[in-house]
């Protein structure tokens, strides 16, 4: 059962609709029982990680969903916000901790790195594999998917950090550590990669 996690902000019936066109069936809740007993989570997230934190603490998800991935050892795959919010902590709305899955640190865009930087960074872009990865099976290693964010997980030489896009300065497109995967891009949003994205999702994790 592939659980997509409804916390109020996130392309939820789009992963939904995606995740059929596969074959694959989903369900869309945020019932903490059915969470803890999926056999993949999907994390998806459009807006503020400040709030959507809060709601998060307020509905007891962040509990269950640590609980979940690090001890249950369940699969999951945050998509944009819900990606951002897998790591240490952002400075969107003010300082907020995140779930602290992987450990890295989620920060607006820098404009004085690159004069002309237009944020929201929005449109395809490419992607560069730097790892070996399931997540990307059968993918080249230069591809392109659909982003729309203003802040970016900062990047760092982490094994884990699998794709890396350039935006005024490289950051952190697409992680894999073990079990924990995420994505900046709308892989549902990315026509045939990002299909095939998700369905490396389902088969190989």
């Known amino acids: 059962?592939?659980?997509i996690v409804d916390y109020g902000m996130g392309n939820l019936f789009s992963i939904q609709s995606a995740i059929r066109y596969l074959g694959a069936e989903s369900i869309i809740t945020s019932d903490r029982n059915i969470i803890s007993t999926a056999d993949r989570i999907i994390l998806p997230g459009v807006g503020s990680f400040y709030?959507?934190?809060?709601?998060?603490?307020?509905?007891?998800?962040?509990?269950?969903l640590?609980?979940?991935?690090?001890y249950g050892k369940i699969p999951?795959?945050?998509?944009?916000?819900?990606?951002?919010?897998?790591?240490?902590?952002?400075?969107?709305?003010?300082f907020?901790?995140?779930?602290?899955?992987?450990?890295?640190?989620?920060?607006?865009?820098?404009v004085q790195k690159s004069e002309g930087l237009k944020i929201p960074h929005v449109g395809f872009d490419t992607v560069t594999m730097t790892h070996k990865s399931r997540l990307f099976d059968g993918l080249d290693a230069q591809v392109d998917f659909y982003f729309t964010h203003s802040y970016r997980m900062k990047y760092t030489e982490?094994?884990?950090?699998?794709?890396?896009?350039?935006?005024?300065?490289?950051?952190i497109a697409?992680?894999?550590?073990?079990?924990?995967?995420?994505?900046?891009?709308?892989?549902?949003?990315?026509q045939?990669?990002?299909?095939?994205?998700?369905k490396n999702f389902i088969k190989n994790f």
């Open 96 to 110: 907020r901790e995140g779930l602290g899955l992987v450990d890295c640190l989620i920060e607006r865009f820098d």
């Open 174 to 190: 697409a992680f894999e550590k073990e079990h924990i995967c995420g994505t900046q891009f709308h892989p549902e949003k990315s």
């Open 1 to 3: 059962m592939i659980v």
């Open 192 to 198: 045939t990669n990002g299909l095939l994205l998700l």
């Open 66 to 70: 640590r609980e979940s991935v690090i």
């Open 76 to 94: 999951i795959l945050g998509i944009c916000l819900g990606m951002q919010l897998m790591g240490l902590s952002s400075t969107e709305d003010g």
């Open 158 to 171: 982490q094994p884990y950090g699998v794709g890396i896009c350039f935006h005024g300065e490289p950051f």
């Open 51 to 64: 709030r959507a934190m809060e709601h998060l603490h307020t509905t007891d998800l962040v509990k269950v």
